[in-house]
């Protein structure tokens, strides 16, 4: 049964606030999904030798690591595009690994990208007791860093980094102390250029010390502690006074949502008492109903076999 863990303090207090050229830790790459920049760039704007050569797509059916081969030259025509606007990073004064820049004059246009993932399966509920209800977890965590880099179609995305500070409820499987949650979001250095890809996912911009309330419908994976969003609306950030601003361009108050972190506690814990936390998660749904079309599968390919055999 989900159950609400002991309180913890809810005054803890937000770690020091927006800080302009936060420079990130090295991330590994994440398979064929994510690539850190120092992976793809030379900080003189050269390509690393593994992305160096220009490579086309095979013919036929596209893998994931086929889009690989052309990463590197994607990205360098977001390079080319940065230069032509505003010029080399390191004659704008601006240092190579910078992210999340305090002017962001040197962006090219408005860069905004409309490829944002949105599985149906996953869709988060729209109401507030769905959208508790049918969560694998309700989470409260903390950026601890955030990681340039560029997803397989060469466009710019943030690793963000982040340190769990407890769950507001105990879900069936506990996820781990750190995880890290990928946003279509660029602003950073790299290269000598500046990449940017802004206002994407909820208008967010993550800083070091934010503090996240994520909804959490799917769970981190082992091999890569992704924490697994499928949509803004998930996510809200917390204020220095425990206010909730919710992405996705909704407000807080909509479909019943609480808009203080003190409320949203406690509108979980009174769910919880009512049993309504006990519904099947979304994650659990899709679980079982796998588990149960790969059971039909095998039955039906054993009944083939019988009849074959028969015959």
């Known amino acids: 049964m989900k159950r609400i863990m002991a309180a913890a303090a809810l005054a803890a207090t937000l770690l020091a606030g927006p800080v302009g050229g936060q420079e990130p830790q090295q991330e590994s790459r994440i398979g064929t999904t994510w690539f850190p920049a120092f992976e793809v760039l030379n900080p003189d704007g050269t390509l690393t030798p593994e ?14 690591q086929d889009y ?3 990463l590197g030259k994607r ?3 977001w390079q080319q595009e940065s230069w032509e606007h505003a010029g080399r990073a390191s004659d704008l004064g601006l240092k190579d690994g910078t992210v999340m820049l305090d002017d962001r004059s040197p962006c090219s246009g408005n860069m905004e990208s409309v490829r944002v993932y949105r599985d149906p399966t996953f869709a988060p509920p729209r109401e507030f007791t769905d ?10 965590v903390e950026v601890s860093r955030i990681s340039p880099g560029f997803n397989r179609w060469g466009e710019p995305e943030m690793l963000v980094t982040v340190n769990l500070t407890r769950h507001l409820f105990e879900p069936t499987r506990l996820f781990p102390g750190e995880m890290r949650l990928l946003l279509p ?38 091999t890569t502690r992704l924490l697994t969003l499928d949509r ?9 006074e425990g206010e909730l601003r919710r992405l996705g361009g909704k407000s807080a108050d909509d479909a019943g949502f609480p808009v203080s972190l003190l409320d949203f506690v406690a509108a979980v814990r009174q ?5 309504a936390l006990e519904e099947a998660s979304l994650y659990e749904t899709h679980v079982l109903e796998e588990a149960e079309r790969r059971a039909n599968k095998r039955a039906e390919a054993g009944e083939k076999r019988e009849s074959d055999r028969q015959n």
Do not use: H, M, N
């Open 68 to 70: 690989v081969l052309v």
């Open 75 to 77: 990205v360098a025509k």
């Open 232 to 240: 803004p609306t998930q996510v809200f950030v917390v204020g220095q």
């Open 131 to 140: 959208w508790a209800a049918r969560a694998e977890a309700i989470l409260e």
């Open 271 to 275: 769910l919880d008492l009512e049993g």
């Open 185 to 222: 979001v660029g602003e950073f250095v790299a290269g000598d250029a500046v990449f940017c890809r802004r206002e994407t996912w909820g208008r967010y911009r993550p800083r070091t010390g934010d503090r996240l309330l994520v909804g959490a419908f799917l769970p981190s994976r082992d």
């Open 51 to 64: 992305f160096a050569t220009p490579r086309e797509l095979p013919q036929g059916d596209v893998t994931a």
